[in-house]
């Protein structure tokens, strides 16, 4: 029996987050632009897809016929000068060979703090898709993943207040509002943790910062849950007060 030796796939790492970098066994390589794109919104869909499909995703204010040569032209790109192609094109299908991809792992690590895994260092979850990029399959997708990933970093901050890890906490919901600084449940978050860190005024302060931007941004008040929190810490901070005063003063 004749046995047929083939060569493994080229390893590619991909990063879209915070800027498009590719690399080719352990190896960055440079792509053209259509390239890049081509090779972004294959990893992004995560299946093979038709060849009409992508030509018209990408191409689709050209001709038929020239979109078709656009997309010929952009895998010859994606593959030059390697032993092993990355995009991998039959007569009417095209996919991304096997690759390591940090959207996917964003994703992945926000899914895990929904069910209660370990916490992940916030950087996992706070890139940014693609930046610069206007096509609307990325603004779509760069939707996605931001939701997806500010519940995550929501959730992860939610359990470490309610673990005692009020430190960590707050870094995550800051990470949330630096990215978003209209979300009150983080808001909410860092409040508390300041008030269980007897850091009374700063939880006060970071309220006042709460109702500043929701009034500027939309013309909102900060919501009924927020508000019940900073008025039960201002009881407590109260009762606290008249504890510490002599007897004789009370």
Known sequence: MTLIHTRPEAAMSLRLLDGFALEVEGRA????????????????????????????VLWG??????????????????????EQPLVRAGRTTVALCPHRLDTRAAAAAAHDQFVGRPPVDPVVLGGNLLPGWD??????????LRLLCLG?????????????EYYRAIEAACAVLAADSLREAAYRIVIEAHAHLGNRAEALRQFKLCGTMLRRELGLDPGRE????????????????RTDLPTSAV
């Open 29 to 56: 390589h440079q792509v053209a632009p259509a390239a890049a794109r081509l090779i972004a919104y294959l990893a992004l869909r995560g299946s093979a897809l038709t060849r009409s499909q992508v030509a018209g």
């Open 61 to 82: 204010d050209r001709t038929e016929e020239r979109a078709a040569a656009c997309l010929r032209s952009a895998i010859w790109r994606a593959n030059c000068g390697l």
């Open 135 to 144: 096509d609307e399959w990325v603004l779509v997708e760069r939707e996605r």
């Open 152 to 164: 995550g970093l929501e959730r992860m901050a939610e359990s470490l207040l309610v673990a005692g």
């Open 226 to 241: 927020l508000i019940a929190v900073v008025q039960r810490l201002l009881t407590e901070s109260r009762v606290e007060s």
